[in-house]
Nanobody
Framework: QVRLVESGGGLVQPGGSLRLSCAAS????????MSWYRQAPGKERELVAGIDSSGSSTGYADSVKGRFTIIRDNYKNTVDLQMDSLKPEDTAVYYC?????????WGKGTLVTVSS
């Protein structure tokens, strides 16, 4: 079955960097777009970044544009989120997401805390 497992979260100071990774299995990874979402305390889950199946096209929320980069490796079946110049408002649980035949799949999430 579809499995998405996030890793790489943690505590980082403002201005710092983190790289999140999502390991995917149970489907033909190279055939589907992938996304990262986040949910901050008391807020709705929001789309952060997306990447097409080949990795040639990406999109970002305005709030992270120029600071975050989404990358995929279709050999390793992973999709990463490189986060630079982190701000306290980036604090959230980050989720890997797949929409497969109209069904949404989510990982369990990884917590990112940006604080001094």
């Amino acid at each position: 079955q579809v499995r998405l497992v996030e890793s790489g979260g943690g505590l980082v100071q403002p201005g710092g960097s983190l790289r999140l990774s999502c390991a995917a299995s149970g489907f033909t990874f190279s055939g589907y777009s992938m996304s990262w979402y986040r949910q901050a305390p008391g807020k709705e889950r929001e789309l952060v970044a997306g990447i097409d199946s080949s990795g040639s096209s990406t999109g970002y929320a305005d709030s992270v544009k120029g600071r975050f980069t989404i990358i995929r490796d279709n050999y390793k079946n992973t999709v990463d989120l490189q986060m630079d110049s982190l701000k306290p408002e980036d604090t959230a649980v980050y989720y890997c997401h797949l929409n497969l035949y109209g069904i949404n799949y989510w990982g369990k999430g990884t917590l990112v805390t940006v604080s001094s």
